[in-house]
């Protein structure tokens, strides 16, 4: 079973990926979509979204990073995926899924999902363009406004010759309401020979054994799960080995949220650790119902010391045992 971070523009950055990496269970971790329109990017941008480049393409735990682009025009993201790939990413996603509306106008995202050709086309270009030791992955919906032309949809990718698909079990009309409809899954991917991976609704341990049962899939990715439970992929990791784990407490989140400095960053202005730290409390409180208690502590705070001092009061480093368990 291989367990992946999924890309949540303006979200799941370089530090975000560095916590959750940290704290251990992911296989994986697919960057933000880099935009490409028309021109070969310069390399100052891929190391703008994966600082990881730097670190043979790993987070400081050892994660692979694979840099996901996002683009219509076919001859520039292969382009732009062979000189991700010269940087040191590992392997290239192709961003099918992306529902915002900026996006899609620009047909980027998954308005393409109406155009399962101009997919394919895309997808055997880089595929072709990018060496084959390398995985060329798609990420997509089950279709833009229903799920009509789902098997169109897939058959594109697989025939187009990517390694792997994942498929976030909505339409881009469901947008990120539950459910997700991972039994129908299972009848677009009979006999293709591609790894796939399910996605969508993955909040707790129960939720990734059903989602394994029904979708079909062994492998899974998780997104907002990941950023309102932080140690989700490890427990599930654990829960499929038999192994026993205790997870973490609201004392050791914080923790791992001051120490890990994902909210230090120099060209950011004082308010941007204040800023940050509420967006994800914003998640976390799905979990941690301290979260919204620590939110109301510190939602006129401004100034980067100040917050930092609130979150000290609570927070506590975790006792790991031999094998690394909290």
């Not at 523009?9 to 251990?24: A, C, P, S, Y």
């Not at 992955?137 to 833009?144: D, E």
Request: with cysteine.
């Amino acid at each position: 079973m291989k367990l992946v971070l999924a890309p949540m523009e303006g979200v799941v950055d370089f530090k975000m990926r560095q916590l959750l990496t940290n704290i251990g269970g992911f296989d994986l971790c697919v960057t933000e979509f880099v935009r490409v329109v028309d021109a070969c990017l310069p390399d100052k941008v891929f190391y703008r979204f994966c600082p990881e480049l730097s670190n043979n393409g790993l987070t400081s735990a050892g994660t692979p990073v694979r840099i996901q682009l996002l683009g219509q025009v076919a001859g520039a993201l292969a382009e732009n995926a062979v000189k991700a790939i010269s940087l040191g990413s590992h392997g290239i996603d192709l961003n099918f899924g992306c529902p915002a509306k900026t996006v899609n106008k620009s047909k980027g995202g998954a308005v393409l999902l109406k155009d399962p050709e101009h997919m394919y086309e895309i997808i055997k270009a880089v595929r072709d363009a990018v060496d084959s030791k390398h995985q060329v992955s798609a990420k997509i919906r089950l279709g833009f406004d229903d799920d009509s032309n789902s098997q169109e949809i897939v058959d594109a990718v697989v025939s187009a010759g990517a390694s792997s698909i994942a498929i976030h079990a909505r339409t881009k009309r469901d947008g990120y309401n539950p459910p997700a409809y991972w039994e129908k899954i299972p009848p677009l991917i009979k006999d293709k020979d591609i790894t796939v991976v399910a996605n969508g609704e993955i909040w707790q341990v129960a939720d990734a054994m059903l989602c394994q049962k029904r979708s079909g899939c062994t492998d899974l990715m998780l997104g907002r799960g990941a950023l309102s439970h932080p140690d989700l992929a490890k427990k599930i990791k654990a829960n499929i080995n038999n192994e026993p784990y205790v997870g973490l407490e609201w004392e050791h989140i914080l923790y791992h949220l001051i120490n890990s400095a994902i909210h230090h960053d120099p060209a950011k202005d004082e308010k941007y650790f204040a800023s940050r730290t509420k967006q994800w409390l914003g998640y976390l409180k799905r979990q941690y119902p301290q979260a919204i208690t620590l939110f109301d502590e510190i939602r006129r705070l401004k100034a980067k010391e100040d917050v930092a001092e609130v979150l000290s009061k609570y927070a506590k480093a975790p006792q790991f045992d031999a094998n690394h368990n909290a």
